[in-house]
């Protein structure tokens, strides 16, 4: 078909290969689907002068939908083991947070622990001193030691 461009400026068309941009006056020979005659028609930007061409039809065949099906099932198995992973990892936090405190003696043992790491101490030890915690490791043991000598501690 002969598609010409009466506007004043380049405009472009998709083709059976691809996109083509026309020059103002310019005319072209392509061959264009009948999927894009609604869209060509309606921009009023070409003339055309020829038949569309069929639309191709595409058609998937039974491997492809099988490798289709089969590949969201395992993404789906994917998916359900990170959720379980996720939802053990939340009971853990959740267990953790139910436990009751623990006392200002029990923190300085964290203290004196080698495997207890200093982020760990020093969460327990806010639980226990609250906004006030020091930030080294040896103010946090001497502000636990006053707490720990105090009634009630």
């Known amino acids: ?46 003339e055309i002068d020829g038949d569309y061409s069929d639309d191709p039809v595409v058609v998937a065949g039974a491997p492809a939908l099988k490798q289709a099906a089969d590949n969201t099932g395992s993404e789906l198995e994917r998916l359900q083991a990170l959720l379980a992973d996720r939802d053990a990892e939340l009971a853990k936090l959740k267990a ?11 923190v300085l043992e964290m203290a004196k622990d080698p495997a207890v790491q200093f982020m760990s101490f020093k969460a327990a030890a806010a639980k226990l001193l609250g906004d006030k915690t020091p930030a080294k490791k040896d103010e946090i043991i001497a502000a636990l030691e006053d707490l720990a000598t105090k009634p009630g501690a």
Request: glycine share 8%.
């Open 96 to 106: 953790q947070q139910d436990e009751p405190p623990k006392t200002a003696a029990e």
């Open 1 to 46: 078909m002969k598609v010409t461009n009466t506007q004043k400026g380049p405009r472009g068309i998709n083709t059976v290969n691809g996109p083509v941009l026309i020059e103002p006056g310019e005319t072209v020979e392509v061959d264009i689907f009948a999927r894009e005659q609604a869209h060509i028609e309606a921009s009023a930007w070409f």
